[in-house]
């Protein structure tokens, strides 16, 4: 029998206070009504009165995982409150080695899809590394159409895509929010953030925006975990995951299927090679 | 947008040849005097691995209308697995580039050995008629021109 | 004078004869892919023949000072070697007219006109940009849920220091807007506008054929924000004596650091210089900043007075809430709400302005347990 | 502000005659940072560099950007040249304009055009470069040679002789490699053990080399000049320091196990030395034959043994040690002919015998004494026929390569069956005969006098009938297949790499081929060492190759060793990456990449926030790194960047295409 929304709360309350209780947790990360129905914001539960205030309903769509990096160097643990994707958030930092295992606590809660678009293109709804798990694991669907937008896209005129592109990254208001929600983008110091280096500007003009854009596809493409943060969080509504989609699709029809934030998952793409990799360059 | 806009414009091309293999056969096919178009602006890298992708956007924004990158084939790099990441990295390069609007010819990579001094003639003959035929590249171009102080605001 | 709906594009196609119009245009994000719904996206554009005018239901996400203080702006160019020069990029001087912007939009262009004129100095650039502007004000027929403009002291419907103030005529009737749901004019409606200015008179007269007198009609007053907050009028003195105070870590544990809060805020001024080189030639220019980036206070060496989001959220709040204060005198947050929309990690500094203003100033520690909020809209 | 010179070469008319040098140097002058700017007839030359020399004082230039030939042509001569003025030696940028302009170009005015591109572009580059001091790292002066072959010995007997210390690590219980097993060597029939077995003892009674037999390498660390090496030495089972060798105990053993010396045509007991001249001529007790070690029965040699010397208790034993200089002489094997040639007998006969195993049938130390007989009955065989090319180039079946010395050891076997059994008959089956040597050809010529039957055609079958091996081929000259009965036959097996080799190059981190020989540097020019810096390399490890090539290689790696250990310290390439490790995040891709694991992650005292914490960052070793920059492109952050290529240099490069 399926738990409810409210069972399952009660369930990660109680699993909070108990990791509040063992004293090895500093906070427990989860989250709390705002003063909007609709809208639910992280939260840390540090004491046992404010355990009872974390919540858990269709709203509560932000990351968890990304928390960890707050603290690169803590003291005492960190307990996350997990949904799938956050647990295939925390498998990225740890193996791009910002985050140690043993300095979290992960509260797994199987997920049942959230008031976001990406929930419905989902194919790990249970949590996928855990030191507890709340409630059922779901059943997982698998999304076939994980490249219909990029293979739709791809349909269009060079010129098209081109012009499409340009009206987009013109919104843009270069606030970084997609990279600060992103999991994948986890450097101590970004790239962007020394642009006395020359690498980038800090214009939110559309030449600086194409830089800023098309580089930060390169780098999180070969190990982007598809949590769709990156589009919620945009303020202008850009398509973000139509870029790293595509670079994903290039990466599995060349070098073999391929998902990221996988519990065995080796060195990111363009970090290793294969002899036998396909070559055009003759 | 290059040098010159009337019609026998020439384009401008950037090539990152890798200083082992193809800027060696770059030079060994000028010892042969081979003869090529003068468009081709040769930048050496120690090896094909080192140009960055954000060196070809940066390229394009400052007015390149084609990017080549060439290297050792894949096996005999100088420095043993170099050219194995480039092969990665600039196959999902290419198609990341045609997937936002740019013609794939203006970005082109080849293996060219030390010894392939033909083979580099040849791409670079290639490569420029293709660019010549494509025209001045108008896409990524950087929106700063000197003459015109654009507007601020919305415009 | 009274002012039609259905006169509206032709008085904005009288005044755009002489003078940029921007008005919040709705425009369609074109998707040739047909794979999303097609997006609509409002922005303060300069008006053309045809263009869709959303004057009433949401407010715009990007603010209207994109007008008179642009994210990029070129402020000179140079040429080094042979025929060196240095040259100053003045700002066309084209007139414009801001049509249609909010009371508490138009509250913090007064905000930025302290910023920019007072205190000895005035930012040439700004001087000329809003000496050019005429300013159209329109009072709001409805609140977003996230406005919280009367709790700031500005009121929804009025602004004082506008050149033009229009209104909603009482006698209109209202409707529900298709899209998003709040009550706007209907289109047989009509508009009251009052000139406030000399520019404003000038600005009606153009356009004083469609207009009628004003008869009894009367403009809507009577809007007020859904979102009440309490704040403690005395909360910028509060405040300065809250710097180590334990709120600040609790309410700033969400932030991911981004700096949309601030490129979405109207009243954010901070700006950064660069130069952009293209060969020998090359121009300086400005661009907007943010408080909440990590390089904003980096020094030499790397030290940073505020390394972490804690410190960068905490001046902005501080910023906002107090310093303005104590140097202008006035509260520099004008409760337009777009921070609160659109802040990915969903923080509130209305929220915040409640807890601030309720907390003990000297308590040492702090939870939120004890502010649970019991009554969620 | 860089005040830079530049200088645009005429090359006499290379240049000048397409490029229109004065254009081009006016130009220059109106570039950003360029205070002077001149045309020279030829700058590489005497007064050429003079001009530079007195400009630079003139002008109180601080970097210079020369318009000339192809810097792989003369960038040493120009950074030569500025070691004696002010300016660092790599505050300098060559624009090509010979090789990739004048020569390649026809129309006057567009390869002015260009040139001034090219030079707008090092101009560019330069005013980013940053002085570089080449730093030096010291030399442990020793060496280590992997394999106890003759190549092995030939180059740890040079490097000793030049006074280096050396240590020689081989599988085996004792030292020879496959050299000591052969009877004669061609061309000049001299016996084989009476030139090796003097190397052998030569290299024992050596001072300054070192033995470990039974030895293989664990690990390799470290980098050239600097190698940390852990050796680990199986269990002998008898303690060598106690060991008069005086041979008690092989007599007294019951146990009788094949010998692979003698390639499996004799038996040797469980404890016991390989071959009578082995160097070390101490035992060694083979743990899966000894019944003590196996069923804990016997136990004869430690009665038996005078001192005492017998441990059964001994243990696999590491030892790590430091080395200069790395030589990797692991020789041949010959491959499983069995497994590709069934229709051979796939051997099952056991008159069908491999070269080695002859060599070991004719050799007077051989299990026969020396006496040719066949290996089923004993008899003295009349007809032997030879099949030369098995395995070899035929890509089929076996490998494509040619194994070179088949062909003068197969004439050398003909010669010695003619003459040791008098009116035997030999049949030499073979495709080509290559004879590439001094005095080869000379002693085919005779081989073929003394009456030996070379028919050209391959081997299709060879199958028993009665006691007779019957070989059907063909003979491609009269075009008509051939059948012959045949006593005894003799393949000439392809050679093949050590099987150890895969596994000590990926211990060395160096590259070996499709068909695991090791790749050298350059064939050509650069035969005898490695892509990695300090690691060489010698004898058939690299191809295969008869014994003059491979003594010679010896020697040419003991040179390189030489030449490398003869210095105190060793002047490491600048151009090399370095870490900020206050950006770096510790992630560790470039280390992933990196191709010569120069990169590690190593602890670093940073901040974070304003916080004292250890953080991981990467860190390179300037001996191992080699300039590529394969991790510059990897590194998101930007914070390992090439020296003489970083980031900043090359997109002003890129940047400077737009004028």
């Given amino acids: 029998m399926a738990y409810t929304k409210e069972q399952i709360q009660d369930m990660i309350r109680q699993e909070a206070k108990k990791a509040l209780a063992s004293g090895e947790v500093s906070a427990v990360v989860g989250w709390t009504s705002t003063r909007f129905a609709d809208k639910t914001k992280p939260f840390f539960a540090e004491t046992e009165a404010e355990c009872d205030l974390l919540v858990w309903n269709e709203y509560c769509v932000n990351g968890t995982a990304k928390y960890a990096l707050d603290d690169r160097y803590p003291e005492k643990k960190l307990a996350v409150i997990a949904r799938g994707c956050d647990s295939r958030a925390i498998n990225r930092l740890i193996q791009d080695k910002q985050v140690k295992r043993e300095n979290l606590y992960i509260i797994g809660v199987p997920c049942d899809g959230k008031d976001n678009p990406i929930c419905k293109e989902c194919q790990h709804k249970n949590p996928l590394t855990f030191d507890v798990l709340v409630g059922e694991e779901v059943e997982e669907q698998i999304n076939a159409d994980r490249f219909a937008e990029v293979l739709a896209f791809e349909k269009l005129t060079p010129d098209e895509r081109y012009d499409y592109w340009a009206k987009q990254y013109d919104k843009c208001i270069h606030c970084y929010a997609c990279r600060n929600a992103c999991p994948a983008c986890n450097c101590i110091e970004c790239y962007a953030d020394q642009y006395r280096t020359g690498w980038q500007g800090k214009a939110a003009d559309r030449e600086q925006n194409q830089v800023y854009g098309l580089t930060r596809v390169f780098h999180v493409g070969d190990r982007c975990i598809e949590c769709g943060e990156c589009e919620r969080v945009c303020p202008m509504d850009l398509p973000i995951m139509r870029q790293t989609r595509k670079m994903l699709k290039d990466i599995n029809d060349l070098f073999g299927d391929y998902e990221c934030g996988m519990p065995n998952d080796s060195k990111p793409v363009l970090g290793e090679y294969k002899l036998e990799d396909p070559d055009e360059f003759m | 947008m290059s040098v010159k806009k009337d019609n026998n414009w020439e384009p401008v091309i950037l090539a990152f040849c890798c200083n082992w293999c193809t800027y060696t056969g770059a030079d060994l096919a000028g010892l042969n005097r081979m003869k090529y178009p003068e468009n081709v602006r040769v930048i050496r890298v120690p090896c094909s691995s080192r140009v960055n992708p954000q060196f070809i956007i940066r390229a394009f924004q400052k007015g390149a209308d084609g990017v080549l990158v060439c290297g050792c084939h894949p096996g005999d790099c100088h420095y043993a697995t170099g050219n194995y990441y480039t092969r990665r990295r600039f196959m999902l390069m290419k198609r990341l580039l045609e997937y936002n609007g740019i013609d794939p010819k203006r970005f082109q990579a080849k293996w060219i050995s030390g010894s392939e001094a033909a083979k580099f003639r040849d791409t670079v003959i290639q490569v420029s008629a293709e660019i010549k035929a494509l025209g001045p590249n108008t896409k990524f171009v950087g929106t700063y021109a000197p003459q015109t102080a654009t507007e601020g605001g919305q415009e | 004078m009274i002012l039609a709906k259905k006169d509206l594009d032709q008085a904005l196609k009288i005044l755009s004869q002489d003078a940029v119009v921007f008005a919040p245009l709705i425009t369609l994000i074109e998707d040739k892919s047909q794979i999303d719904q097609p997006a609509f996206e409002k922005k303060f554009m300069p008006y053309h023949e045809g263009a869709a ?161 004003n008869g009894a009609e009367e403009a809507v007053r009577d809007v007020s924000c859904s979102l009440k907050i309490e704040k403690d009028p005395e909360l910028d003195k509060k405040l300065s004596k809250m710097f180590e105070h334990p709120i600040w870590d609790k309410i700033t544990k969400g932030c991911i650091g981004c700096g949309t809060c601030t490129f979405v805020c109207p009243t954010c001024y901070c700006f950064d210089i660069d130069n952009e080189n293209y060969g020998a030639e090359g121009c300086k220019y400005r661009c907007w900043d943010s408080c909440m ?74 939870s939120e347990a004890d502010f649970a909020e019991k009554e969620v809209r | 502000m860089a005040r830079i010179g530049v200088f645009i070469c005429h090359c006499g008319t290379n240049i000048a005659s397409v490029v229109d040098v004065e254009k081009v140097a006016e130009s220059a002058k109106t570039m950003p940072g360029v205070v002077f700017a001149t045309t020279y007839k030829y700058m590489c030359s005497e007064p050429g560099q003079a001009m530079i020399k007195e400009s630079i004082e003139q002008y109180n230039l601080d970097r210079i950007v020369i318009g000339s030939c192809s810097p792989r042509m003369h960038e040493l001569t120009f950074r030569k040249m500025l070691k004696g003025t002010k300016i660092n030696p790599y505050m300098l940028e060559i624009a090509n304009l010979r090789e990739q302009c004048a020569w390649v170009h026809t129309d006057r005015e567009k390869a002015t055009e260009k040139a001034i591109g090219l030079v707008q572009m090092s101009v560019a580059k330069v005013a980013n470069n940053k002085p570089l001091t080449t730093s030096t790292i010291p030399i442990t002066k020793r060496a280590l040679v992997i394999g106890g072959g003759i190549a092995g010995m030939q180059a740890a007997l040079d490097i000793a002789d030049c006074g280096f210390d050396v240590t020689i690590v081989e599988k085996e219980p004792s030292i020879g490699g496959h050299m000591v097993m052969l009877d004669k060597t061609f061309p000049t029939m001299d016996c084989s053990a009476c030139i090796s077995t003097p190397k052998m003892v030569e290299c024992n009674a050596h001072p300054n080399i070192t033995l470990k037999t039974s030895c293989e390498v664990e690990k390799v660390s470290g980098y050239v000049g600097n190698f940390e090496v852990t050796i680990k030495e199986k269990a002998k089972y008898v303690n060598h320091d106690l060991c008069t060798g005086c041979g008690l105990c092989q007599t007294k053993c019951p146990t009788k196990v094949t010998s692979e010396f003698d390639q499996g045509l004799s038996k040797r007991s469980a404890i016991y030395i390989p071959f009578a001249q082995a160097v070390p001529s101490k035992p060694v007790i083979d743990p899966s034959a000894c019944l003590k070690l196996t069923k804990d029965k016997c136990g004869i040699c430690e009665k038996v043994c ?148 070379y028919i050209r055609g391959r081997v299709s079958k060879i199958y028993k009938e009665g006691s007779k091996l019957i070989v059907r081929g063909e003979d491609s000259l009269i075009g008509k297949p051939v059948t012959v009965e045949a006593d005894m036959v003799i393949l000439a097996t392809a050679m093949e790499p050590s099987p150890t080799v895969a596994d000590v190059a990926n211990k060395l981190g160096i590259v070996i081929d499709a068909d695991r020989w090791v790749t050298e540097a350059h064939p050509k020019l650069r035969p005898v060492e490695t892509q990695t810096n300090g690691i060489y390399l010698c004898g058939t490890c690299q191809g295969p190759k008869d014994i003059p090539d491979t003594v010679a290689q010896g020697s040419a790696a003991a040179a390189k060793v030489a030449a490398l250990l003869c210095h105190d310290e060793m002047e490491t390439s600048p151009m090399i990456s370095y870490v900020d490790p206050n950006k770096c995040s510790g992630c560790g891709f470039c280390e992933g990449v990196c191709p010569y694991k120069a990169i590690t992650m190593v602890e670093y005292a940073g901040r974070d926030g304003n916080r004292r914490v250890t953080k991981i960052v990467a860190q390179v070793n300037e001996g191992l790194c080699q300039g590529c920059g394969c991790c510059n492109a990897i590194c998101r952050t930007g914070c390992i960047d090439l020296k003489g290529f970083t980031n900043d240099q090359i997109l002003k490069e890129v940047d400077a295409l737009c004028l």
Wanted: glycine content about 8%; hydrophobic content about 30%.
């Fill in chain 4, 306 to 453: 005078p001192i005492g010397a017998i441990d059964y208790k001994d243990e696999v034993r590491y030892t790590t040690e430091e080395y200069g200089a790395i030589v990797i002489a692991t020789g041949y094997e010959l491959v499983d002919w069995a497994s590709m040639y069934p229709e051979y007998g796939g051997g099952k006969y056991k008159d069908v015998i491999t070269g080695l195993q002859f060599e070991r049938l004719v050799n007077a130390s051989g299990p026969t004494e020396g006496h040719i007989v066949r290996p089923s009955d004993g008899k003295e065989p009349k007809d032997v026929v030879i099949v030369k090319c098995v395995g070899s180039r035929d890509p089929k079946k076996g490998k494509s390569y040619c194994s070179r010395a088949c062909c003068m050891y197969s004439a050398k076997h003909a010669h010695q069956i003619l003459d040791k059994i008098p009116n035997s008959r030999v049949y030499i089956f073979y495709m080509d005969v290559r004879t590439p040597g001094k005095g080869y050809e000379e002693f085919y010529d005779n081989t073929r006098r003394d009456g030996a039957q």
């Fill in chain 3, 53 to 213: 005018v959303g004057l009433d239901n949401f407010n715009t996400v990007k603010p209207p000072k994109d007008v008179l203080f642009p994210n990029v702006e070129k402020l000179y160019k140079y040429k080094t070697g042979e025929g060196a020069y240095i040259e100053e990029i003045v700002p066309e001087d084209k007139p414009k007219i801001l049509f249609g912007i909010r009371p508490c939009d138009m509250r913090s262009i007064d905000s930025m006109d302290k910023v920019f004129f007072t205190k000895e100095y005035v930012d040439s650039y700004y001087a000329k940009r809003r000496e050019l502007v005429t300013i159209v004000a329109m009072g709001c027929m409805d609140t977003q849920r996230t406005c919280f403009c009367d709790s700031m002291g500005l009121d929804p419907t009025y602004a004082p220091t506008a050149d033009v103030m229009m209104n909603v005529t009482k006698s209109t009737r209202t409707k529900a807007c298709p899209v998003t749901g709040c009550t706007i004019p209907e289109d047989d409606g009509s508009y009251i506008l009052e000139a406030l200015t000399e520019k404003g008179k000038a600005l009606l007269d153009k356009i004083s054929s469609l207009c009628t007198e």
């Fill in chain 3, 293 to 366: 980036f990590s390089d904003y206070t980096r020094m030499a060496g790397g030290a940073n007075p505020r390394p972490t989001k804690k410190e960068r959220l905490r001046n902005r709040y501080m910023h906002k809430l107090s310093y303005f204060n104590e140097r202008y005198g006035e509260t520099l947050c004008v409760g337009c709400g777009r921070c609160i929309e659109n802040c990915p990690a969903h923080l509130d500094i209305s929220e915040f302005i409640e807890k601030a203003s309720k907390v003990d100033a000297e308590a040492k520690e702090y």
